[in-house]
């Protein structure tokens, strides 16, 4: 007597992207890596890490940026592990939706990070390298799943 239910296949054969997926697992390994270190920075100065206010722009209070990078891990998790199981189904549509913004977010923070090494050094929000970098780590968590969802089976 089979255990499957009426309707579903008996074998599972939902696609694993592996590729999409271990790109993901390592964008966000960054991203934790970041996170980790801006918190030791924050903890006390240690020679082996830039200043904490090289890795904080300022732009949200401290607390609310640990909130929001808790939350960005593990909606980022969430996402990697659903593409790299193969829950996850490609919809074109959310494909182009993220291919865009992905690549604005991108030229945004890579504009960012060139304008502030050179024209507009001399502001903080601008010149703020570790910063702009880890948003180009976001950025390709929007590009990726983007390719993926537009890409064909």
Do not use: N
């Amino acid at each position: 007597m089979s255990t499957t239910p009426v309707g579903f296949p008996a074998t599972d054969s939902r696609p694993v992207h592996p590729l999409h997926a271990a790109v993901l697992w390592g964008l966000l390994g960054l991203f934790c890596l970041r996170v980790a270190a801006q918190l030791a920075a924050a903890a006390g100065p240690l020679s082996f890490l830039p200043p904490f206010e090289a890795w904080h722009s300022g732009l949200l209070p401290y607390p609310a940026l640990v909130a929001a990078q808790i939350a960005i891990v593990a909606l980022y998790a969430w996402m990697a592990r659903g593409i790299g199981s193969g829950r996850t189904r490609p919809r074109p549509g959310l494909g182009r939706l993220l291919l865009v913004l992905g690549g604005v977010y991108f030229a945004f923070m890579a504009a960012r990070l060139l304008l502030g090494a050179t024209a507009l050094s001399g502001s903080s929000w601008w010149h703020a390298p570790i910063p702009s970098v880890f948003h180009l780590v976001l950025a390709g968590f929007l590009l990726v799943p983007g390719h993926f969802h537009a890409s064909k089976p």
